[in-house]
């Protein structure tokens, strides 16, 4: 049997169910060959060559000290946790931003650039589509159009990153869901994700797969 792949589950910060997603992670992966790490340490992220990690998977949201909410964890990362992991990336690791994870706070701007993007706003919970963009890519394959009761996350993206699925709110687009090399490594960023709701339903799960099979080079995924 294959030696399973090492995944870094890494969360913090605020206004978000942190232990919930990470139980939802392990339920859709569960049928893989996955051994996964939950942490709220961000000074694993010093370490990832060592422990032989092929993903890491960020479930955060680094809120402004002033907002008033509790904060589990980490609230920011420092300058030496970004640049591990951006160089461990870069040496061909697999960085999956999820849901918040573009809400980088007063981390280093390096975040944002390896991201791809950055948060803006959201409105309330609202039930929107998400559509998956023509053209054939590993993340998306398969999925249709689907509906999500969920926070419509507007962010700003780089021109160098490649969207694979959108959502249109108002007449306005937003992306949802992109990717983009980083050096010998992959990157990306599913902006889906904020309740239970999101992480049961079956094309979320297909997606998260998706994503992270492409991401590792996972075909059992």
């Known amino acids: 049997?294959?030696?399973?792949?090492?995944?870094?589950?890494?969360?913090?910060?605020?206004?978000?169910?942190?232990?919930?997603?990470?139980?939802?992670?392990?339920t859709i992966l569960a049928p893989h060959n996955f051994k996964i790490d939950f942490t709220y340490?961000?000074?694993?992220?010093?370490?990832?060559e060592?422990?032989?990690?092929?993903l890491v998977l960020s479930y955060t949201c680094f809120v402004e000290p002033e907002e008033k909410t509790p904060v589990?964890?980490?609230?920011k990362l420092n300058l030496p946790q970004v640049e591990a992991l951006t160089e461990w990336v870069r040496n061909g690791g697999a960085f999956l931003a999820a849901h918040a994870a573009t809400?980088?706070?007063?981390?280093?701007?390096?975040l944002r650039q390896l991201t791809g993007g950055s948060f803006l706003s959201h409105p309330q919970p609202?039930?929107?589509?998400?559509?998956?963009?023509?053209?054939?890519?590993?993340?998306?394959?398969?999925?249709?159009?689907?509906?999500?009761?969920?926070?419509?996350?507007?962010?700003?993206?780089?021109?160098?990153?490649?969207?694979?699925?959108?959502?249109?709110?108002?007449?306005?687009a937003y992306p949802l869901v992109w990717?983009?090399?980083?050096?010998?490594?992959?990157?990306?960023?599913?902006?889906?994700?904020?309740?239970?709701?999101?992480?049961e339903n079956p094309s979320y799960q297909q997606l998260m797969?998706?994503?992270?099979?492409?991401l590792t080079g996972c075909a059992d995924a």
């Open 1 to 26: 049997m294959n030696r399973p792949v090492r995944l870094l589950l890494f969360a913090g910060g605020g206004w978000h169910d942190f232990d919930g997603f990470a139980e939802a992670v392990e």
């Open 41 to 48: 340490d961000p000074d694993c992220l010093l370490h990832l």
């Open 50 to 54: 060592e422990e032989q990690y092929q």
């Open 72 to 75: 589990t964890g980490a609230n």
């Open 103 to 110: 809400v980088t706070g007063r981390s280093p701007s390096g």
């Open 126 to 172: 609202f039930v929107f589509t998400a559509y998956p963009l023509l053209g054939k890519h590993p993340i998306t394959k398969g999925l249709k159009a689907f509906s999500v009761y969920d926070e419509l996350y507007r962010e700003e993206h780089d021109p160098s990153v490649h969207l694979h699925m959108i959502t249109v709110d108002r007449g306005i």
């Open 179 to 199: 990717s983009k090399p980083e050096g010998k490594g992959k990157v990306a960023h599913i902006a889906l994700g904020h309740n239970r709701e999101v992480w």
């Open 209 to 214: 797969r998706q994503t992270i099979s492409w």
